[in-house]
C-alpha cells in the first residue's frame, strides 16, 4: 500500500527487456515495494547510486511507458504504523489518462485530464484519484474529464510543473470507490440493509 506522497524524483539510467533502472538516493532492499509514477514494481537489483525494477507484462499493458525516461516519481511502500497523509493507494493503474488544458488558478493551476469512459464512473467530486503515484483531490468531475488543481508544494515537490498538454497520464481510481462498485453493480433492486453492513465493514 502508498498513500500518494511522492518520496523522490528518481533519475532514469536506462529500460530496456522490460527492465527499468534508477538512479536515486532512497535504498529500498531487493524485493521491496516501490511505486514508480504510481505502478508497483518490485526491486530486483541494487546498485550504490540505485536499483533496478522489472515490469511485467500486466504492468507494462496497464501504464504509460513513454514516461519511464528522463525522472519518475517514486514513493517506498508504506509501513504499518506509518502515518498517512495522502489516500491508500495499491500501485494498482487502472486507466491512462490524457492532460488535456492547463489554467493559471490564482496560486495554483488547474489540470484537466480527459479519462475513458469506463473510468468516470469511480470518479467523484472531492473524492480521491492517484495521478502518477500523486494523491489528489477532484475538484470537479465533467462529461468525460476531471478537473485538479496543484497547488505550488506540489508542483515543487513533483514532476507537474513539467508537464506539457497531450502527456499520457497513469491514473488509479479511489480504492473504496471500485470495491463499493463491485459490490453494487449487480443489484439491481438495491442493496437490504444487511448487505449494507457487511459492506460497511470492510472498510
Known amino acids: 500500500m502508498f ?48 536499483f533496478e525494477v522489472e515490469l511485467s507484462r500486466e504492468s507494462r499493458t496497464h501504464i504509460a511507458l513513454e514516461n519511464l525516461k528522463d525522472k519518475v516519481h517514486i514513493e517506498p511502500a508504506l509501513r504499518y504504523g506509518d502515518r498517512i497523509d495522502g489516500h491508500l493507494m495499491q500501485g494498482h493503474i487502472d486507466f491512462i489518462g490524457t492532460l488535456e488544458d492547463l489554467k493559471q488558478d490564482e496560486n495554483g493551476v488547474d489540470f484537466y485530464i480527459a479519462l475513458p469512459r469506463e473510468a468516470m464512473k469511480f470518479m467523484a467530486a472531492k473524492g480521491s484519484v492517484g495521478v502518477d503515484g500523486v494523491s489528489l483531490t ?23 510543473k513539467d508537464y506539457k498538454i497531450g502527456r499520457k497520464i ?13 459490490q453494487v453493480k449487480d443489484k439491481k433492486q438495491g442493496l437490504s440493509w444487511e448487505e449494507i453492513e457487511r459492506i460497511s465493514y470492510l472498510y
Open 138 to 160: 477532484i475538484n470537479e468531475v465533467l462529461q468525460d474529464c476531471i478537473r485538479l488543481t496543484i497547488i505550488p508544494i506540489t508542483f515543487r515537490e513533483t514532476l507537474f
Open 3 to 50: 498513500n500518494g506522497l511522492i518520496r523522490e524524483i528518481a533519475w532514469v539510467k536506462s529500460y530496456q527487456n522490460h527492465i527499468l533502472n534508477l538512479k536515486a538516493k532512497y535504498r529500498p532492499r531487493l524485493g521491496d515495494s516501490i511505486a514508480v509514477n504510481g505502478a508497483c514494481l518490485s526491486v530486483t537489483k541494487l546498485y550504490d547510486d540505485g
Open 170 to 182: 497513469n491514473i488509479e481510481s479511489d480504492l473504496l470507490a471500485r470495491y463499493i462498485y463491485t
